[in-house]
């Protein structure tokens, strides 16, 4: 049927302008080896087909006599590109393979006009090491980025903490302050007890000054002034200074 439909159509738009769009080829696919040969990717050609001066709308495969020899072409062309390119750099090798098959365009071009595109893909065994590698390095990233969070979040705390106890550290109503944060009805209790610590300390201020003064009066006036006399006349004589001449003691005694 075929061999009899083709010819007939042929002569029908033999003469009409090319006006519709090209004949797509079935895809065509093949294995083409990665670098080190060690597995192969899975290559797909696509191969557009353009008749100048008419309609290629009806034209099948096999009526088609460039499109083994076009196919021939590709092949030949991307296997000693492939080789180049790791298993696992599948977009890289189809990126290359098709700048490859576009340098050579006008080679592929006879009777007819021709556009061939390759898609490169991976066989599933590399896909599922894809997977699992992929998987493991997902892994590493999130405990490393949760580390690195943990570590930032409790430096910020220690900095708070160390700015507060500082501010403890030169606060004599640290713990009053603090009390009233966790609970605001201690107020009237911690007023209490400040009142309370004023009149103690005032209380032990007035005890210490008595101490003082009653230290002073059991102290010999006339032991006490001549004592600080020669330790002054010492300083002075080591510093080599003028030492003045000694007052007349009377003074200090009181005259008769």
């Excluded at 049927?1 to 093949?30: C, G, H, S």
């Excluded at 296997?79 to 080679?107: C, K, Y």
């Excluded at 949760?146 to 900095?159: F, G, M, N, P, Y």
């Excluded at 000054?209 to 102290?219: E, G, K």
Aim: proline content about 5%.
């Amino acid at each position: 049927m075929r061999k009899w439909l083709a010819p007939m159509l042929y002569q029908v738009y033999q003469n009409e302008p090319d006006t519709v769009p090209p004949t797509n080829i079935e895809p065509f696919t093949f294995d083409s080896p990665a670098k080190g040969d060690t597995y192969d990717f899975s290559v797909t050609l696509h191969r557009t087909v353009r008749s100048p001066g008419r309609r290629a709308r009806a034209v099948f495969d096999d009526e088609v006599p460039e499109a083994e020899s076009v196919l021939q072409r590709a092949f030949e062309e991307i296997r000693p590109v492939t080789r180049q390119f790791e298993i696992t750099e599948a977009g890289a090798a189809e990126l290359a393979a098709n700048q490859r098959l576009a340098s050579v365009a006008s080679a592929m071009t006879g009777s007819h006009r021709w556009i061939v595109r390759a898609e490169v893909n991976i066989c599933e065994e590399v896909r599922q090491l894809n997977r699992d590698t992929y998987r493991k390095q997902h892994a590493i990233r999130s405990e490393a980025a949760a580390a690195l969070l943990h570590i930032e979040s409790t430096d910020k705390v220690r900095l708070k903490w160390q700015k507060f106890l500082a501010a403890v550290e030169g606060s004599d109503r640290a713990a009053q302050t603090i009390q009233l944060t966790a609970d605001r009805t201690q107020l009237p209790e911690i007023i209490r007890g400040l009142v309370e610590r004023r009149e103690q300390n005032a209380q032990e201020l007035l005890s210490t000054v008595d101490r003082i003064m009653q230290s002073y009066l059991a102290v010999d006036m006339l032991d006490f002034v001549m004592s600080n006399e020669t330790v002054l006349r010492r300083t002075l004589e080591l510093l080599g200074l003028p030492i003045p001449p000694l007052q007349d003691e009377s003074i200090l005694v009181g005259e008769a």
